[in-house]
DNA sequence: TATTTATCTGACCATAAGTCAATTATATGG
DNA sequence: CCATATAATTGACTTATGGTCAGATAAATA
């Protein structure tokens, strides 16, 4: 546990959030190591340096801290996407930067299903907020690089929300072991990393954007 | 516990198979009070009237019941498509089978992250198989109807699976009860049923099939 | 009817999330 | 600087649930 000063209990609010900090960064270590669904709260105390109570004080679930982690690999992304990506290029950094947030698909893939199942209201809609913010910058971008009347970017960016959430599902296939799998499913497996199938349904969905399509 | 001739044990095949479905049957009425993740193998076992230890004879785990669930959900959502669907109301009925089958909504949203994670290799491969080729007979289906080449079906159906993947995760945000959900959110979750979210998306895909569209 | 087979049972085990009464580091007042 | 108050921290404990297996017994067979 590493906290300023030798101090061992975090009294004033700089050194709680410090303290929040060195448990979100233990806890990407922790996975790094033995996943997200390895990760139990007594290894994160472990690795935290404090006890399981202590977590308890700072999260209120597990899947707190998770939605804490995926907030903030989705802040990176989108902070990519801004800074990285034109019109030439939109798809293929929106490809390319969840894959440089690493617990950005595996959390997203996650998100709906396991972690919002378990998180109190009050937090919930308070990162909701957040990510509905990033939601919408990120529609403002696209509107802005293609060119798309409003609405139409609005559409779209949904979509491509949509798909995303597929793609992080499709990957965790994706990452089997695939010396396990029959020669048959090979290539079903193989064509569902985030970094294939989204840029082909990404295509498509902003093909239809710009083009006439209905309505 | 039903089963024919007021028999206590499944000695034939066919007794088995017949347990076997009791229990998936048992599952679904129980899913249907307790919902998904409220469901036990203990409740399950006596709503199907036998003891846990029958439950884990005829499934390795409480994941393979779900799994088997989804296959049949699968099943019947396919037949709705080849059966109602055509070139005017492919989206339509692509947007409306999902939601005839009950349980199809909410086992996809779960299905990677949550059922395939812990169900033994030999049975996920015989289950994936069955997935896939009911996805090919839909590929082909939306060739046969949109009169897309070949290449172009594959690619749009891909992405249709990957959308109804991330439609099925925004629809679990949107069944969530409204009443607690503050005003700026209700928007953001009301949007999210599978009903309103794939179509949408679905349309800009196949618009981007059927116009000429990069690759 | 006796014997064999293997289905079925449910008490038991293992794991992991989450709790809370007791402890004690730090701040504060005298 | 010490006594007291405050609240951050601890970790043994509780609870919940998925999964196991030795024994019981229904049904088939000789």
Same mark, same amino acid.
């Given at each position: 546990?590493? !906290?300023?000063? @030798?101090?061992?209990?975090?009294? +004033?609010?700089? =050194?709680?959030?410090?303290?929040?900090?060195?448990?979100?960064?233990?806890?990407?270590?922790?996975?790094?190591? /033995?996943?997200?669904?390895?990760?139990?709260? @007594?290894?994160?105390?472990?690795?935290?340096?404090?006890?399981?109570?202590?977590?308890?004080?700072?999260? +209120?679930?597990?899947?707190? /801290?998770?939605?804490?982690? *995926?907030?903030?690999?989705?802040?990176? /992304? /989108?902070?990519?996407?801004?800074?990285?990506? @034109?019109?030439?290029?939109?798809? =293929?950094?929106?490809?390319? $930067?969840?894959?440089?947030?690493?617990? *950005?698909?595996?959390?997203?893939?996650? !998100?709906?299903?396991?972690?919002?199942? @378990?998180?109190?209201?009050?937090?919930?809609?308070?990162?909701?907020?957040?990510?509905?913010?990033?939601?919408?910058?990120?529609?403002?971008?696209?509107?802005?690089?293609?060119?798309?009347? =409003?609405?139409?970017?609005? =559409?779209?960016?949904?979509?491509?929300?949509?798909?995303?959430?597929?793609?992080?599902?499709?990957?965790?296939?994706?990452?089997?072991?695939?010396?396990?799998?029959?020669?048959?499913?090979?290539?079903? *497996?193989?064509?569902? %990393?985030?970094?294939? %199938? *989204?840029?082909? $349904?990404?295509? !498509?969905?902003? %093909?239809?954007?710009? +083009?006439?399509?209905?309505?």
């Amino acid at each position: 546990m590493v !906290l300023p000063k @030798n101090r061992q209990r975090a009294r +004033s609010d700089s =050194e709680k959030e410090a303290r929040r900090d060195a448990i979100l960064a233990a806890a990407q270590r922790l996975i790094g190591r /033995v996943g997200i669904d390895g990760m139990t709260m @007594n290894a994160l105390a472990t690795e935290a340096g404090v006890s399981k109570g202590t977590l308890y004080i700072y999260f +209120s679930s597990k899947e707190e /801290v998770l939605l804490a982690l *995926f907030v903030d690999a989705m802040a990176q /992304v /989108v902070a990519i996407i801004e800074a990285e990506a @034109n019109a030439d290029t939109l798809i =293929e950094v929106m490809g390319r $930067a969840p894959t440089e947030a690493p617990l *950005f698909v595996p959390l997203l893939a996650r !998100l709906v299903a396991v972690i919002e199942a @378990n998180v109190p209201d009050t937090s919930l809609f308070a990162e909701k907020r957040k990510m509905r913010d990033m939601g919408q910058r990120v529609a403002a971008f696209i509107a802005q690089v293609t060119g798309a009347p =409003e609405h139409k970017a609005r =559409e779209a960016s949904t979509a491509l929300m949509l798909t995303m959430q597929g793609a992080a599902q499709f990957d965790i296939s994706a990452r089997r072991d695939l010396s396990s799998v029959p020669d048959d499913m090979r290539p079903m *497996f193989e064509g569902q %990393s985030f970094s294939k %199938s *989204f840029p082909a $349904a990404a295509r !498509l969905i902003l %093909s239809g954007v710009t +083009s006439d399509g209905p309505s």
